[in-house]
């Protein structure tokens, strides 16, 4: 009996019921009143009275089992059915509001594009998937330039001349290559750093490069560009300040910061403060950059800047942790839904 008991257990643990005849079969064999258990119930009475009570809860079980598996498939069944063939959507889960929204990152860098097309500067894309020289010997990155060791950039292991783009300066590279100036251009696009993920750090992130290449370009040019760009997306009162930084590719170099548009210069938690944010790296196109790319630096001048999207996202949306970004909770994307 014991054996029976077992047995009966396992054919219920393992049986499906794929169609709506399947299911029947189940019900019959295992908990119609013609079905295995009935058989067992009735075999109870052959049981010493002493084993009873132990073999009737043992069955009592089983028949619980049985109940509930039935409910079970019963369910699976109903589910697969509201399914069209073909397909592996599940329609028996709640609606989601069905009005996507543009994701902030899309916002920002539309928006971003838009402030400077109207200046008269068009759109460029270059490779996710760079070699060495577009990516720094280009750029003017020395040997040694730490930005090329190991622990910044993703190296494909087969050929460590080709890697993941760690900046979009690669497309200042491209562009001039293949079109004489004048030349001003924006490159928005993602680039790869191997970073551990944090509230301040990504390894896949997004930027925005500049790029104006003509005869007579000053850094006059740079700072009324840059001006114009921050009082259209933060505010007509913003300020704007150049702070004397290093890039290889850029000759002088600045950091370009905007005064705080939150407290508006006087002191935050955002502005750490100091009444100032950073937005960007710019400087004058530096002359082995050009010659680099078969401009002659004696005739053109150029500028250029880089920013990064998801910091000016951050900034202008007071965002707090950059990993919102790609988690995909709707939460936070719904509130950037009245965005274009
Ligand atoms: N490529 C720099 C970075 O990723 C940003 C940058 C700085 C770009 C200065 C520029 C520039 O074009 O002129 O940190």
Same mark, same amino acid.
């Given at each position: 009996?014991?054996?029976?008991?077992?047995?009966?257990?396992?054919?219920?643990?393992?049986?499906?019921?794929?169609?709506?005849?399947?299911?029947?079969?189940?019900?019959?064999?295992?908990?119609?009143?013609?079905?295995?258990?009935?058989?067992?119930?009735?075999?109870?009475?052959?049981?010493?009275?002493?084993?009873?009570?132990?073999?009737?809860?043992?069955?009592?079980?089983?028949?619980?089992?049985?109940?509930?598996?039935?409910?079970?498939?019963?369910?699976?069944?109903?589910?697969?059915?509201?399914?069209?063939?073909?397909?592996?959507?599940?329609?028996?889960?709640?609606?989601?509001?069905?009005?996507?929204?543009?994701?902030?990152?899309?916002?920002?860098?539309?928006?971003?594009?838009?402030?400077?097309?109207?200046?008269?500067?068009?759109?460029?894309?270059?490779?996710?998937?760079?070699?060495?020289?577009?990516? =720094?010997?280009?750029?003017? /990155? !020395?040997?040694?330039? *730490?930005?090329? %060791?190991?622990?910044?950039?993703? #190296? +494909?292991?087969?050929?460590?001349?080709?890697?993941?783009?760690?900046?979009?300066?690669?497309?200042?590279?491209?562009?001039?290559?293949?079109?004489?100036?004048?030349?001003?251009?924006?490159?928005?696009?993602?680039?790869?750093?191997?970073?551990?993920?944090?509230?301040?750090?990504?390894?896949?992130?997004?930027?925005?490069?500049?790029?104006?290449?003509?005869?007579?370009?000053?850094?006059?040019?740079?700072?009324?560009?840059?001006?114009?760009?921050?009082?259209?997306?933060?505010?007509?009162?913003?300020?704007?300040? =150049?702070?004397?930084?290093? /890039? !290889?590719?850029?000759? *002088?170099?600045? %950091?370009?910061?905007?005064?705080? #548009? +939150?407290?508006?210069?006087?002191?935050?938690?955002?502005?750490?403060?100091?009444?100032?944010?950073?937005?960007?790296?710019?400087?004058?196109?530096?002359?082995?950059?050009?010659?680099?790319?078969?401009?002659?630096?004696?005739?053109?001048?150029?500028?250029?800047?880089?920013?990064?999207?998801?910091?000016?996202?951050?900034?202008?949306?007071?965002?707090?942790?950059?990993?919102?970004?790609?988690?995909?909770?709707?939460?936070?994307?719904?509130?950037?839904?009245?965005?274009?």
């Amino acid at each position: 009996m014991l054996n029976k008991i077992k047995a009966l257990k396992q054919e219920i643990e393992s049986a499906t019921a794929v169609t709506q005849d399947e299911l029947e079969q189940y019900r019959l064999h295992f908990i119609s009143k013609k079905g295995e258990l009935t058989n067992l119930f009735q075999e109870l009475k052959n049981i010493p009275t002493d084993k009873k009570r132990e073999f009737g809860q043992a069955l009592n079980e089983i028949k619980q089992l049985a109940q509930s598996k039935f409910r079970d498939l019963v369910s699976d069944l109903e589910r697969k059915k509201s399914i069209p063939a073909g397909t592996d959507a599940d329609l028996t889960l709640p609606a989601y509001d069905p009005v996507g929204s543009v994701h902030p990152i899309t916002a920002t860098r539309n928006r971003i594009i838009e402030i400077f097309k109207r200046i008269g500067f068009n759109v460029a894309d270059g490779p996710e998937i760079e070699d060495d020289w577009h990516n =720094f010997t280009a750029l003017n /990155f !020395p040997p040694d330039h *730490p930005a090329r %060791e190991m622990q910044d950039t993703f #190296f +494909i292991e087969k050929n460590p001349d080709i890697l993941l783009r760690t900046h979009t300066s690669n497309v200042q590279i491209r562009l001039m290559k293949k079109q004489k100036p004048p030349i001003r251009a924006i490159m928005p696009g993602r680039v790869f750093r191997n970073e551990a993920i944090s509230a301040r750090a990504h390894c896949i992130f997004h930027q925005v490069e500049g790029l104006y290449v003509d005869e007579n370009v000053s850094f006059k040019d740079l700072k009324a560009t840059l001006f114009y760009f921050a009082k259209e997306m933060f505010g007509k009162s913003t300020k704007i300040r =150049f702070r004397p930084s290093y /890039f !290889p590719f850029t000759e *002088p170099s600045a %950091e370009i910061d905007i005064s705080c #548009f +939150i407290c508006g210069g006087s002191g935050c938690n955002i502005c750490k403060y100091t009444g100032w944010v950073e937005i960007a790296g710019s400087g004058m196109v530096h002359p082995n950059v050009l010659e680099n790319c078969d401009t002659d630096s004696g005739k053109f001048t150029g500028f250029a800047f880089g920013m990064g999207i998801e910091r000016i996202a951050m900034l202008k949306y007071q965002i707090k942790d950059l990993r919102l970004f790609t988690e995909n909770d709707i939460r936070f994307l719904q509130q950037f839904k009245t965005m274009i």
